[in-house]
């Protein structure tokens, strides 16, 4: 037909951007975006017969090709035209039909492909930041970061540690102190003779952990050493006046015992300390430097540690070593295994090295508490004599000295360096440098072995001593005698 096409204008809006979006989860809309318009030109009207053409040829050919070429043109255009119009309904409703975590990066990259075939009348000024920047219509928002998700509040925990702490913590308790001490002479004042006389107050602090119900508390003769007055204050916030009733200062242990009232007095069980090994987890609670329940963690580094290696020879125990932290204020508390139970008393650390720190073990500390609870004195065995372990490689080394003013046997034993005076050994005739090498009938390797031997010994039980003085070995008889009764000066 060569009639004359009339110069048509199809004019597409796509409608469904103008209805409100379905909300997406954490996508945020915004206000409506603007229309956007896709224009189609059909072909232009036929040339009117006998016109002149510019291209030349039979002008029926020439119109033909020209119309054929316009007709696909405009073809692709309207083809065009439907697929953005179906992109735009899937833009709408895709999010109805998928899941977020898949609609929204298809919506993001529906839309893009629908902006790059439209033509955007308006100018984006009032399009927010995000979709200005992203280059996308307004339905298209980038899903909002969703916040850190916390954990739900009911985890059970597994720790042994907060195990332990819960079920031994209650037990541990604060024992404030005051003691009466000696003025000393011109202590805060300038004039001699002008100073009050008397005694002054002197405050201290520990821990101690209760035993049972009705009031006993372990802690260090330390603590409480010629205290006037000690306040015991339990986790809960409860006070009581604690009365010393035995003391011990060669175990570093003493009983104190509280008189209940209230709710029941929480209590710690006890552990068996010969159980432990070395490398075993121990956790040390107390009242460190004024910080009630500290709780510390760390392992067994040794055990049975003489009180000569550990630096306070005059005490009758074996310790338990440890790097579990203990400080000033944790005198007296417990030290727990992992399963909870009491295996030691913290007592002591080493002021030069750090995570070197000492317990009684529990089975000496328990045995020890039983006479202490009923006022009872600990007994302990003596001999009066300050020794030194000796063996053939340094027995050799002194003998090879020639400014050695003695020759020492080249074997091993427990080498006497002081007799004391009035004392048992004294009494038996023992001598220095004398060398022990069997007392009570059992080896002497070292000075701990005689010293282990003494200590396990009875007051008043007589020991036979074989000792190396000079080229000949004699047995000497010993009576041990009370450490309390021994002569001060």
């Not at 439209?118 to 298209?140: C, D, K, N, S, T």
């Not at 006993?216 to 006070?239: E, F, P, S, W, Y």
């Not at 009923?374 to 000796?390: E, F, P, R, T, V």
């Not at 000075?447 to 007051?459: H, K, T």
């Amino acid at each position: 037909m060569r009639g004359v096409l009339p110069f048509a204008l199809l004019v597409l809006r796509a409608s469904a951007w103008s209805v409100a979006p379905p909300t997406l989860p954490g996508v945020r809309h915004a206000p409506r975006a603007p229309a956007v318009r896709v224009v189609l030109l059909l072909p232009p009207p036929p040339p009117q017969p006998g016109a002149p053409l510019a291209d030349g040829g039979a002008p029926e050919e020439r119109w033909l090709r020209r119309r054929v070429a316009r007709a696909v043109r405009g073809a692709r255009s309207t083809l065009n035209a439907a697929l953005n119009v179906l992109l735009a309904l899937l833009v709408c409703v895709a999010p109805l039909c998928a899941p977020p975590a898949i609609a929204a990066p298809v919506a993001v990259e529906v839309a893009a492909s629908l902006q790059a075939a439209a033509v955007v009348e308006e100018e984006e000024a009032g399009l927010p930041a995000a979709a200005i920047e992203a280059g996308l219509p307004a339905i298209a928002r980038v899903p909002e970061q969703q916040p850190n998700v916390r954990p739900s509040a009911g985890r059970t925990k597994t720790s042994f540690v907060t195990s332990a702490v819960q079920a031994v913590g209650p037990a541990v308790v604060r024992i404030d102190t005051e003691r009466l001490v000696d003025r000393a002479p011109l202590e805060g004042y300038l004039f001699p003779g002008l100073e009050p006389e008397g005694q002054r107050k002197e405050a201290g602090q520990g821990s101690g952990v209760l035993l049972s119900e009705d009031g006993l508390i372990m802690t260090n003769a330390h603590v409480v050493k010629n205290a006037a007055r000690v306040t015991v204050t339990l986790t809960d916030g409860r006070t009581f006046e604690g009365v010393v009733k035995g003391s011990d200062d060669f175990m570093d242990l003493a009983a104190v015992r509280i008189k209940p009232s209230g709710k029941r007095l929480p209590t710690a069980p006890l552990g068996r300390s010969d159980e432990l090994q070395v490398g075993d987890w121990v956790i040390a609670i107390g009242n460190a430097v004024g910080l009630d329940s500290t709780v510390t963690l760390g392992i067994v580094s040794s055990l049975s540690r003489s009180s000569a290696e550990v630096g306070i020879p005059n005490k009758k125990v074996n310790f338990i070593q440890t790097d579990a932290a203990i400080n000033p204020g944790n005198s007296g508390g417990p030290l727990l295994n992992e399963f909870g139970e009491v295996i030691g008393v913290n007592t002591a650390i080493r002021a030069n090295a750090a995570g070197i720190g000492f317990a009684i073990p529990i089975d000496t500390a328990d045995k020890a508490m039983r006479e202490l609870a009923q006022g009872k004195k600990i007994a302990h065995a003596y001999l009066g004599i300050s020794m030194s372990s000796l063996t053939p490689d340094s027995a050799r080394q002194n003998n090879a000295d020639p400014n050695s003013n003695v020759e020492l046997p080249e074997q091993s034993g427990a080498l006497i360096l002081a007799v004391a005076p009035d004392t048992p050994a004294a009494k038996a005739g023992l001598r220095k440098f004398d060398l022990i090498t069997e007392l009570a009938g059992q080896t002497v390797k070292s000075a701990a072995d005689a010293q282990a031997i003494v200590d396990n010994s009875r007051v008043g039980q007589s020991l036979v001593c074989k000792v190396v003085r000079g080229q000949k070995t004699i047995a000497v008889a010993v009576t041990t005698s009370d450490l309390s009764d021994r002569p001060t000066k």
